[in-house]
Nanobody, 126 residues
Framework: QVQLVESGGGLVQAGGSLRLTCAAS??????????ISWFRQAPGKEREFVAG????????YYADSVKGRFTISKDNAKNTVYLQMNNLKPEDAAVYYC?????????????????WGQGTQVTASS
């Protein structure tokens, strides 16, 4: 069993920045085989992929809408994934979820992920 806990959401003005944190834990969790990703869901919309990484292998993935503005990274010692969000836009407002998948297939698909955090609200106002 994998537990994911998000933090770092909040309300900022458009153009501002936030850093989201996803802490992963589990007694038998082998994080080296996993992909950890961020999804978001805005009112009236489906949950969509934002960014992800293979814990090992140095591969990252980004939605076109956030390339150049968001950066996903990890802290190996803490089993923690970060999403640095810069130049936030009102359309970035959503609940952001951390998710873990046991392999690297179909990274962009919600159904690929076995574990989800509870979400953290991000709002960018103008």
């Amino acid at each position: 069993q994998v537990q994911l806990v998000e933090s770092g959401g909040g309300l900022v003005q458009a153009g501002g920045s936030l850093r989201l944190t996803c802490a992963a834990s589990g007694r038998t969790f082998n994080i080296n085989t996993y992909v950890i990703s961020w999804f978001r869901q805005a009112p009236g919309k489906e949950r969509e992929f934002v960014a992800g990484l293979r814990w090992s292998g140095g591969i990252t993935y980004y939605a076109d809408s956030v390339k150049g503005r968001f950066t996903i990274s990890k802290d190996n010692a803490k089993n923690t994934v970060y999403l640095q969000m810069n130049n936030l836009k009102p359309e970035d407002a959503a609940v952001y979820y951390c998710a873990a998948a046991p392999n690297y297939r179909a990274v962009y698909q919600v159904a690929s992920y076995s574990y989800w955090g509870q979400g953290t609200q991000v709002t960018a106002s103008s």
